[in-house]
Structures are given as structure tokens and as C-alpha cells.
């Protein structure tokens, strides 16, 4: 180390030799040596300088030696050293040799196809542009309302019918219409669900009378929600009409049922037997809407309680529930309890239906 001179003159910069890094290989001697300059102190030339007396650019790019963080700095930066990293670099692989040739080329092609339907489409896109500019604005319906509207067409359909099978819907009308079974209002959804089930009439009595209290209790019901004043006679002959049935007078039942339900076709619709049938017979079931669906099925199984029969005629009596047959005929083979329940149902059905008609504008 060169000796400091001590003097009483200011203090000059005095420059010592700086040996080559210690970090890193042996490297062939440098050319000449790198000089750094540094204000005099008489702080000994072993002791840590402190970091903020150097200058900022020497912080920054001090090389620590091996192990440190801190990289090469520009002093580092030799011919030698950049030689170094060159022959380092050489040694990496050729990707090009790795990467196939075949997919460079083709990813090139891809490139360019990709360029040319840009160019294609361009006059495309700007004519869709302008066709949608053309666009008259849709405006969404309001539709408000739709819902309580579809709500209320519900509420017109009988209350007491299976509306979440169709199918088994299909069978209404001959059940209705050919033979005589009411199924509006009375009797109630499951007892419905179970007649059109049944394979044929027989079978289908058969569940009336085996749900006979049920049915009774169903009636009972309906005929309570009766109030029109043009069936204020007939509503108490009604009612005991279903007392005299639940009480097992069952004929009894049956012949004042079916007097009431006559009275009062009679005086709603029409007074002549074939004009009734006409009126309530519906010739196409798939033109009916739902206003009216309710109450011309509830009337429709009047066609068959006015079938036509005489006494005096040769033909056999009808066994189903006949209007003539229990008036003019008083036979025993006819008032039947599955007759008398049918007729109990037919009255009931009927007076509402009455009812809904007059409530109608």
C-alpha cells in the first residue's frame, strides 16, 4: 500500500491502485490497472468504508464476489469477460432445429391466410354494419297482466277435473255425452280422476258408488254455493234430495232428483225434449273455448237423460238414468242405486250450471 505524506497543506486526492476483483475465475492480467481516486482520510485502509461517502454509481454495481446478489459491474465488463459470454452463449441449443420445420412453415401459412380472409371480410362487416343501422328498433310487448289473465282463463275451467293428465282428459266427452256421467263440479278431482280411468260404464258406477259418501259430501258442497233467485224453489227440494240419499232412500232420491233437474231445464232452455237435446249436444269438442267449456259440458250430459222412449213402443227400456223411463215407468230394474247416484250428481251439476249461465253478461 502507498504510504500517506503527511503535510499541513489542505488535504489532496490521492489515487491508489486497485487490484483486480477477487469474485470469479482467474483471469489473465488486465492491461493496465483500473484507478480509483478517493478524498484523504486518516481512517485506516482496512476499515468498511461507508456506503454513503462513495460515490451512488459504485453502490449500484459493486460486485460482491461469489455468493453475493449484486452482479458484474461495468468495471467487470472486460474483453475477456464478454468473450466469456459469448463462447457460454454458443453453447445453447438451436431452437430452430428443435421446433419442427414443418410447423414454422405452417404456422407461417395460417399467418397468411388469415390476413387475406381479413381483407375478404372487411366489406362484408362493414355492409352488416350498416344493414343493422338500418334495423327498424323492437320494442318488447308489455306484458303486464298476462299472467292473472292466464290465472283467470284457469279459474273457468272445471275445478274438479285432472288438468295435469290430458290424455286422460280425452275421455270426458263419451263419458259425458254418451253416457250420462256428470263430471262437472260434482264429483270431486281424485273421484274423477278414477271414473275415467275405468274401462267401460259398469266399471265406472262401480267407483261412483264405492266413493257414494264422498260424493254425497261433494254435492253438499256444490249446492251450497247456490244463490240464484231463479232456482230459490228448487234449492231446498234439492238439498233433501241428497238428505233422503245419505239417509239410504235411494228411489226416494233418484224420483224427486230427477223432477227438479226437468223443472229446471225446462224453464231455462228450452221446454221440448228434441230442442234441449240439440241445444246441449256439442258436435265438436275442439271448438270449444275455455269461457264455455265448463258450463256446455255440465249441460251435456242432459242428451242422454232425455234419450227418447216411449211405453207404448216395442224397443227395450234405457238402463242407463232416463228422464222417461223414471216418469212413466216405475220399474225397480230401473230405479238402481248406481241411477239414483247419477241423478243426484245430474241435479247438483246442473242447478250450478244454471247458476253460471245467469251470472254470465
Not at 100 to 117: E, F, H, K, M, N
Not at 178 to 192: A, H, M, Q, T, Y
Not at 240 to 252: P, T
Amino acid at each position: 500500500m502507498q504510504q500517506l505524506a503527511a503535510t499541513t497543506e489542505p488535504p489532496t486526492r490521492v489515487c491508489r491502485t486497485t487490484a483486480p476483483s477477487r469474485a470469479g475465475p482467474a483471469r489473465p492480467p488486465r492491461s493496465r490497472r483500473t484507478k480509483e481516486c478517493a478524498p484523504m482520510t486518516d481512517r485506516p485502509d482496512d476499515e468498511t468504508p461507508d456506503p454513503q461517502e462513495e460515490p451512488t454509481s459504485r453502490r449500484s454495481w459493486d460486485w460482491g464476489g461469489p455468493g453475493s446478489s449484486r452482479g458484474p459491474g461495468p468495471e467487470d465488463m472486460t474483453p475477456e469477460f464478454i468473450d466469456a459470454m459469448a463462447t457460454a452463449i454458443g453453447k445453447l441449443p438451436d431452437f430452430s432445429k428443435i421446433v419442427s420445420p414443418a410447423l414454422i412453415d405452417g404456422l407461417g401459412r395460417i399467418q397468411a391466410q388469415l390476413a387475406d380472409v381479413s381483407k375478404v371480410m372487411e366489406p362484408f362487416l362493414v355492409n352488416l354494419q350498416a344493414s343493422l343501422a338500418n334495423l327498424p328498433k323492437f320494442t318488447m310487448p308489455d306484458l303486464t297482466g298476462v299472467g292473472e289473465a292466464i290465472d283467470r282463463l284457469r279459474a273457468k275451467l272445471p275445478p274438479n277435473w285432472p288438468l295435469d293428465d290430458p290424455e286422460l282428459l280425452e275421455n270426458v266427452s263419451s263419458v259425458v255425452q254418451d253416457e250420462g256421467i256428470p263430471l262437472v263440479w260434482v264429483p270431486r278431482k281424485e273421484i274423477v280422476r278414477q271414473v275415467l280411468q275405468a274401462a267401460d260404464r259398469e266399471e265406472r258406477i262401480k267407483v261412483l258408488l264405492a266413493n257414494r259418501d264422498d260424493i254425497i259430501q261433494d254435492c253438499r258442497d256444490i249446492l251450497a254455493t247456490i244463490s240464484d233467485a231463479d232456482l230459490a224453489n228448487q234449492l231446498p227440494l234439492a238439498t233433501r234430495v241428497v238428505d233422503a240419499f245419505a239417509d239410504g232412500h235411494d228411489e226416494a232420491a233418484h224420483a224427486l232428483a230427477v223432477l227438479i233437474t226437468e223443472t229446471v231445464v225446462s224453464r231455462t232452455i228450452d221446454k221440448k225434449y228434441a230442442t234441449v237435446k240439440k241445444i246441449v249436444k256439442i258436435d265438436d269438442w275442439g271448438e270449444l273455448s275455455v269461457t264455455e267449456l265448463r258450463l256446455k259440458t255440465a249441460l251435456a250430459a242432459i242428451g242422454p237423460f232425455y234419450a227418447t222412449w216411449f211405453p207404448n213402443q216395442d224397443t227395450p227400456a234405457p238402463t242407463e238414468l232416463s228422464r222417461h223411463v223414471t216418469v212413466h215407468q216405475a220399474d225397480l230394474s230401473h230405479y238402481t242405486a248406481g241411477n239414483s247416484i247419477v241423478a243426484v250428481m245430474l241435479m247438483t251439476s246442473v242447478l250450478r250450471a244454471i247458476q253460471e249461465s245467469n251470472e254470465q253478461p
